[in-house]
C-alpha cells in the first residue's frame, strides 16, 4: 500500500513562504508523475502543480512565478515551495502519485494565509 506523507502546513502571513514535503513509502521512480493540489473551503480540489518521473514540471496559472515543485529521489519526497502567498492560497494541500491507471493521495496539509 502507497503511502504519502505531507508536511510543513502552517500559517503565515501574506507574502511570506513555506515549504510542503511529501514523503512517500517507496521510490519515487516508480511513479510516472507526483503532483500537489488543493481544496479551498467550499470549492473543489484543483491542479496545482505535477513533476513527472523525467523532471518535467507543469503548474497551473496562478502558481507560476510563485510556486516550484521539485524532487528528492534520494529521499523519495517531492516537494512544493509557496511564495509571495496571498489569502486566495488558503487551502488543504495534497499530495498526489500517479502510477500507470492508479492515482494515490496523502491526507494533506492545511496552509493558512492570513494577517
Known amino acids: 500500500q502507497v503511502q504519502l506523507v505531507e508536511s510543513g502546513g502552517g500559517l503565515v502571513q501574506p507574502g511570506g513562504s513555506l515549504r510542503l514535503s511529501c514523503a512517500a513509502s517507496?521510490?519515487?521512480?516508480?511513479?510516472?508523475?507526483m503532483g500537489w493540489y488543493r481544496r479551498a473551503p467550499g470549492e473543489e480540489r484543483e491542479l496545482v502543480a505535477t513533476?513527472?518521473?523525467?523532471?518535467?514540471?507543469n503548474y497551473a496559472d496562478y502558481a507560476k512565478g510563485r510556486f516550484t515543485i521539485s524532487r528528492d529521489n534520494a529521499q523519495n519526497t517531492v516537494y512544493l515551495q509557496l511564495g509571495s502567498l496571498k489569502s486566495e492560497d488558503t487551502a488543504v494541500y495534497y499530495c498526489?502519485?500517479?502510477?500507470?491507471?492508479?492515482?494515490?493521495w496523502g491526507q494533506g496539509t492545511q496552509v493558512t494565509v492570513s494577517s
Open positions: 513533476i513527472t518521473v523525467g523532471g518535467t514540471t
Open positions: 498526489n502519485a500517479r502510477r500507470l491507471s492508479k492515482s494515490y
Open positions: 517507496e521510490s519515487i521512480f516508480d511513479f510516472n508523475a
